[in-house]
């Protein structure tokens, strides 16, 4: 599902010359995507952003210094923050290793390379995870919601220094069609249909699920040589993909990994030995 949109730009109450060039960029990227119709540049003056949505509900991408903020509503922003990565990475210091860490260190740890397909970016943790934690990948991050896209990846990119920032690609597509048009690239797919709720963003996770829907129908993909899903533990998303469900008793959140061995030949046998 592609979605087709309207957007609304503005700056921060108080701006500045740079907020102001981020509008104007914001404008020429925004313009020449199809998903995004119509863009209007609206004069903030001290305007609230309920006000903002008073008279007028489309879509408004707030730009701050702290990064651009999008808003479905005038209630709960979507936008980049290190959150639950933050604390997922602290742990790793202490050996505490995350799910999709450790499984992706099972399949990877021995390669010298490899891609990391996100096929539902969302707000960017898990690419920025794995980006941080494992040096020899690159990551794609598939978002099929333009906005979303636009607002996470230039917020993701103000925390990576040049030369991480070169391994991260942001798509703005829908997964299923990129990776059938790009299968040689994808090493490991990984897939989040899961819309969970954390204690310090239940909000933000809520409108990021009511904006994309979380009913869609899983087609089912074959272009990858891992794959790797992580659903709620009653979903029906790992019989769908044919996923052997990792069981975790302690928790609803649920990771299943699938392994293409047409796609891996020799390659896999060469791992088992
Ligand atoms: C649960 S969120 C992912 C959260 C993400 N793993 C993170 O770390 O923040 C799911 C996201 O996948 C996107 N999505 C769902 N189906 C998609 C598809 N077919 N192609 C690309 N993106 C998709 C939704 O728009 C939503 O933003």
Redesign the pocket.
């Known amino acids: 599902?592609?979605?087709v949109t309207n957007v609304r730009l503005t700056t921060a109450v108080k701006s500045n010359a740079s907020l102001y060039k981020q509008v104007e960029d914001a404008f020429s990227i925004l313009s020449a995507l199809d998903l995004v119709n119509h863009i209007n540049v609206i004069n903030r003056k001290k305007l609230t952003i309920r006000q903002l949505f008073q008279r007028d509900t489309t879509p408004l991408i707030v730009f701050e210094s702290s990064g651009p903020k999008l808003y479905f509503t005038a209630e709960t922003p979507i936008y980049f923050h290190l959150d639950?990565?933050k604390v997922k990475l602290q742990l790793m210091k202490q050996n505490k290793q995350p799910v999709l860490v450790e499984m992706v260190d099972y399949i990877a740890k021995d390669l010298p390379s490899f891609n990391f397909v996100?096929?539902?970016?969302?707000?960017?943790?898990?690419?920025?995870?794995i980006l941080k934690t494992f040096k020899q990948a690159t990551i794609y991050a598939?978002?099929?919601?333009p906005l979303?896209h636009y607002v996470?990846s230039e917020g993701m990119k103000r925390y990576l220094d040049e030369e991480t920032y070169k391994r991260i690609h942001f798509i703005n597509?829908?997964?299923?069609?990129?990776v059938k048009r790009h299968p040689e690239v994808v090493d490991l797919l990984?897939?989040?249909?899961?819309?969970?709720r954390t204690l310090d963003e239940n909000d933000r996770?809520g409108e990021?699920?009511k904006?994309?829907?979380?009913n869609?129908e899983i087609?089912s993909v074959s272009d990858y040589k891992y794959l790797i899903v992580?659903a709620h533990y009653k979903s029906q998303t790992f019989k769908n993909l044919k996923v052997t469900q990792c069981i975790r008793k302690s928790t609803k959140t649920h990771y299943g990994l699938k392994i293409n061995h047409k796609r891996l030949g020799h390659q896999y046998s060469a791992k088992l030995k």
């Open positions: 599902m592609n979605t639950t990565v996100d096929g539902t970016m969302g707000f960017g943790r898990d690419s920025y995870l598939i978002e099929q919601h979303i996470i597509d829908d997964y299923n069609k990129w990984y897939l989040d249909k899961m819309f969970e996770m990021l699920s904006m994309t829907g979380t869609q087609v992580k």
